[in-house]
Nanobody
């Protein structure tokens, strides 16, 4: 069983930056594709980014491309999301995800962190 713990999010002004980190334990971290999702009240959880076990492959949602960067450190069992040029519409609860796959219904994951709030003020 994989446990994922996100760093604290926070409040940032529009145009600012924030870095989220996630620490994994309980599994062979390098085997899993890792990712980030986000969710706002009343909406489905949204895929943001995914990184392969070796970091060779990265994918981003259209909303994140060019502004967000996903990375991982397999020596520390961590995955991070660097968010730049933040917009008020980026406000959401962000979730670290493990064993991310692209299924017929879209992106999904087998393991989830507890979520961390990111608020972008205008």
């Amino acid at each position: 069983q994989v446990q994922l713990v996100e760093s604290r999010g926070g409040l940032v002004q529009a145009g600012g930056s924030l870095r989220l980190s996630c620490a994994a334990s309980g599994g062979d971290f390098r085997r899993y594709d890792m990712g980030w999702f986000r969710q706002v009240p009343g909406k489905e959880r949204e895929f943001i980014a995914r990184i392969s076990g070796s970091s060779a492959e990265k994918e981003y949602a259209v909303s994140a491309k060019g502004r967000f960067t996903i990375s991982r450190d397999n020596t520390k069992n961590t995955v991070s999301l660097q968010m730049n040029s933040l917009k008020p519409e980026d406000t959401a609860v962000y979730y670290c995800a493990g064993a991310v796959i692209h299924a017929a219904d879209g992106w999904m994951a087998y393991y989830w962190g507890q979520g961390t709030q990111v608020t972008v003020s205008s």
